[in-house]
């Protein structure tokens, strides 16, 4: 029903910024919130950002307030995860995730998935 497909990764320095695309295609029409998640080997996967994608209100985890900026762009049905100063902290997997409620913080509460783009942060 839904297809996410995620760009942007990559491997910077501390300090240094990505900007992570997760492009949505199929019934876009019936989403409500639009998140990014990680998950770094053997830890589980956290809350990072969300976006409700109708009324552009947005939710952060603290580890991220003030370094990360979510966006959407429901013209292109493209959100977008703006990564300022980046840490050796931020390194994982970093997934987009779709779902048709607001339930914006439990990643069981969204029914769609991207299959991940890798961001490393190392000196």
């Known amino acids: 029903q839904v297809q996410l497909v995620e760009s942007g990764g990559g491997v910077v320095q501390p300090g240094g910024s990505l900007r992570l695309s997760c492009l949505a295609s199929?019934?876009?029409?019936?989403?409500?919130?639009m998140g990014w998640f990680r998950q770094a080997p053997g830890l589980e996967r956290e809350f990072v950002s969300a976006?409700?994608?109708?009324?552009?209100?947005?939710y952060y985890a603290d580890s991220v307030k003030g370094r990360f900026t979510i966006s959407v762009d429901n013209a292109k049905d493209t959100v977008y995860l703006q990564m300022n100063s980046l840490k050796p902290e931020d390194t994982a997997t970093y997934y987009c995730?779709?779902?048709?409620?607001?339930?914006?913080?439990?990643?069981?509460?969204?029914?769609?998935w991207g299959q991940g783009t890798q961001v490393a942060v190392s000196s």
């Open positions: 976006i409700n994608r109708i009324y552009e209100s947005t």
């Open positions: 199929g019934r876009t029409f019936s989403l409500v919130a």
């Open positions: 995730a779709a779902s048709r409620n607001g339930n914006y913080y439990s990643a069981p509460a969204y029914e769609y």
